[in-house]
T-cell receptor
C-alpha cells in the first residue's frame, strides 16, 4: 500500500526566503505526482503535475522535482510572499490504481 | 471555462437525517472522485467514477454512504442516517479521461451534524 509523508508538518518563515517542502512515498511505481495548495476553508488548487517520466516541472516561482528511485519529491518556492501562506499537499498516483494517495500536508506561514 | 462546482457550500443537519451533496465536474471530464477531509486529517478517498465503468466504492466508510453519477456528468453523494462523526468537508474532483491527467477540485461542502 502506498504511503505518502510530508515533512515538515508546519513551517513559518519570513518573507523573501527560499524554501523547500518535502514529499516522500514508499512505492516508486507511480504514474505521476501532483502538488496542490489549500487555503483555509477552500478546496485544493493544482500547482504542478509531474509525470513519472519527468524529473521536474516549473511554474513561476515554483519548481517541483521528482526522484522516483528514492521515492521523493520536493517543492521549491522562491522568494516567498505572505500570499504563499497555505497548506501544501502532494498526491501520488500509481501502482495500477488511478486513486491518488495524499500526504497530510505542510502548513506554511510566510510572515511580513 | 467553469471549474468544478459543489453545492451546498455548507450544510448543517441533525443526527439521523439524510443529506445529499452535489458535484458538477468540468465539462467533458470522464473521471470523478469524492473525498472527505476531517479536521486535522488528510484527504480520505471515498469513491471514484470513470466513464461508464462500475465505480470504485472501496473508500466508502459504511453502507450509509452511497453515490451516483447520472449521464456521466453530475454526481450526488448521499449520506443516510447521519452521525456526528460524518462532520467533515466533502470534496469532489474531476479529471480528463487519461489516468495521468491532473485532478481539479471543487470548493467542497462543509457538513456539520449536530
Amino acid at each position: 500500500k502506498q504511503e505518502v509523508t510530508q515533512i515538515p508538518a508546519a513551517l513559518s518563515v519570513p518573507e523573501g526566503e527560499n524554501l523547500v517542502l518535502n514529499c516522500s512515498f514508499t512505492d516508486s511505481a507511480i504514474y505521476n505526482l501532483q502538488w496542490f495548495r489549500q487555503d483555509p476553508g477552500k478546496g485544493l488548487t493544482s500547482l504542478l503535475l509531474i509525470q513519472s517520466s519527468q524529473r521536474e516541472q516549473t511554474s513561476g516561482r515554483l519548481n517541483a522535482s521528482l526522484d522516483k528511485s528514492s521515492g521523493r519529491s520536493t517543492l521549491y518556492i522562491a522568494a516567498s510572499q505572505p500570499g504563499d501562506s497555505a497548506t501544501y499537499l502532494c498526491a501520488v498516483k500509481g501502482g495500477g490504481s488511478y486513486i491518488p494517495t495524499f500526504g497530510r500536508g505542510t502548513s506554511l506561514i510566510v510572515h511580513p | 471555462g467553469a471549474g468544478v462546482s459543489q453545492s451546498p457550500s455548507n450544510k448543517v443537519t441533525e443526527k439521523g437525517k439524510d443529506v445529499e451533496l452535489r458535484c458538477d465536474p468540468i465539462s467533458g471530464h470522464t473521471a470523478l472522485y469524492w473525498y472527505r477531509q476531517s479536521l486535522g486529517q488528510g484527504l480520505e478517498f471515498l469513491i471514484y467514477f470513470q466513464g461508464n465503468s462500475a465505480p470504485d466504492k472501496s473508500g466508502l466508510p459504511s453502507d450509509r454512504f452511497s453515490a451516483e453519477r447520472t449521464g456521466g456528468s453530475v454526481s450526488t453523494l448521499t449520506i443516510q442516517r447521519t452521525q456526528q462523526e460524518d462532520s467533515a468537508v466533502y470534496l469532489c474532483a474531476s479529471r480528463a479521461g487519461t489516468g495521468v491527467a491532473e485532478q481539479y477540485f471543487g470548493p467542497g461542502t462543509r457538513l456539520t451534524v449536530t
